[in-house]
């Protein structure tokens, strides 16, 4: 079945502790991204990957860290997480570029105390 | 910071009513394409419009881009309670790397 998984579903944390947020694809998609998703603001891009080590900001991007090693993996790391970044958060992957079909993770909702 | 506005925010709509929600960019779009998200699930893929003045349908929802290429708008016929949910609309960005989404609007139907 074609997916994208994040791990973990939920998590609560305290400031300053790092933890990582995994994302898989098994579409052997090019493009993948973050986004946080908050009450009244959509969906805001943390960052985008257009494939195998090549990584840039997206709108919101402080406070965040990814990495793209392999083409179906592209985690997103907390070095020290606040309280502002308590939100839902979701990987998505797209065949090409962004301007086509995105297919979103689950989400991972984040509570960081 | 996002890219389109969408309108309105919050619909609340009889069961059998239509409703409309809007997408405006102040600039020329290459293409939009449209999410669904249910309560407590994920976005999900709806459409893409990419011609000016295009106009698809997909049963009861009909997407429309303007002929400007500046706006877009998503009908609901006949609502039903499996309506419910948010709406977003997104747009491709710099050469088509960022991919900037509204702030959704989110239909409640009451039967």
């Known amino acids: 079945e074609a997916q994208v998984t994040q791990n973990p579903r939920y998590l609560i944390t305290v400031t300053g502790k790092k933890l990582t947020v995994t994302c898989s694809q098994n579409?052997?998609?090019?493009?993948m991204s973050w986004y946080r998703q908050d009450p009244g603001l959509g969906l805001r891009q943390i960052y985008y990957?257009?494939?195998?080590?090549?990584?840039d900001k997206g709108d919101v991007p402080e406070g965040y860290k990814v990495s793209r090693k392999e083409k179906r993996n592209f985690p997103l790391i907390l070095e020290s997480p606040s309280p502002n970044q308590t939100s839902l958060y979701f990987c998505a992957s797209s065949k090409g570029l962004a301007s086509n079909e995105q297919f979103f993770g689950p989400g991972t909702r984040l509570t960081v105390l | 910071g996002q890219q389109v506005m969408q309108i309105p925010q919050y619909q609340h709509v009889q069961e059998g009513e239509d409703f409309t929600t809007y997408c405006n960019s102040s600039t020329t779009l290459s293409n939009i394409q449209w999410y669904k998200q249910r309560p407590g699930g994920h976005p999900v893929f709806l459409i893409q419009l990419v011609k000016s003045g295009e106009v698809k349908k997909q049963k009861r929802l009909t997407f429309q881009f303007g002929e400007a290429k500046k706006n877009s708008s998503l009908h609901i016929t006949a609502t039903q309670t499996t309506d419910v949910g948010t709406y977003f609309c997104?747009?491709?960005?710099?050469?088509?790397?960022?991919?900037?989404f509204g702030a959704g609007t989110t239909v409640t139907v009451r039967a």
């Open positions: 579409m052997n998609h090019e493009y």
């Open positions: 990957s257009m494939n195998v080590e090549v990584t």
């Open positions: 997104a747009v491709p960005l710099t050469n088509d790397y960022k991919l900037s």
